[in-house]
């Protein structure tokens, strides 16, 4: 069983950046692709981007483009996702998703594995 785990939430002043962390607990051969999502109060979860590992193909939300970066490093299991210019309304819980299978959806149903979240608040 493949287990995520997310680190580097926090809080940050509007215009301000982070950086968050997916490791994940297996050898990655299991996994093609890993996304994030982003789920506000009361609002459903939605795609900021994803990596297909081994092709190192990016694809990104377009409200997200110029902005934030998403990138894998293959050796270390993990994925990372740098976040600059932050909005107010950006606040939410950040997840990482994996699947096995080739291709890079943006429905978070299409993803098997899922971490439990992180939570990044943007100050106005």
């Known amino acids: 069983q493949v287990q995520l785990v997310e680190s580097g939430g926090g809080l940050v002043q509007a215009g301000g950046s982070l950086r968050l962390s997916c490791a994940a607990s297996?050898?990655?051969?299991?996994?093609?692709?890993i996304a994030w999502f982003r789920q506000a109060p009361g609002k459903e979860r939605e795609f900021v981007a994803a990596?297909?590992?081994?092709?190192?193909?990016?694809l990104y939300a377009t409200f997200v483009k110029g902005r934030f970066t998403i990138s894998g490093d293959n050796a270390k299991s993990t994925v990372f996702l740098q976040m600059n210019s932050l909005k107010p309304e950006e606040t939410a819980v950040y997840y990482c998703?994996?699947?096995?299978?080739?291709?890079?959806?943006?429905?978070?149903?299409?993803?098997?594995?899922w971490g439990q979240g992180t939570q990044v608040t943007v100050s106005s």
């Open positions: 297996k050898r990655p051969f299991s996994i093609d692709t």
């Open positions: 998703a994996g699947k096995g299978t080739t291709g890079v959806p943006t429905a978070h149903l299409a993803y098997n594995y």
């Open positions: 990596i297909a590992l081994n092709r190192g193909s990016t």
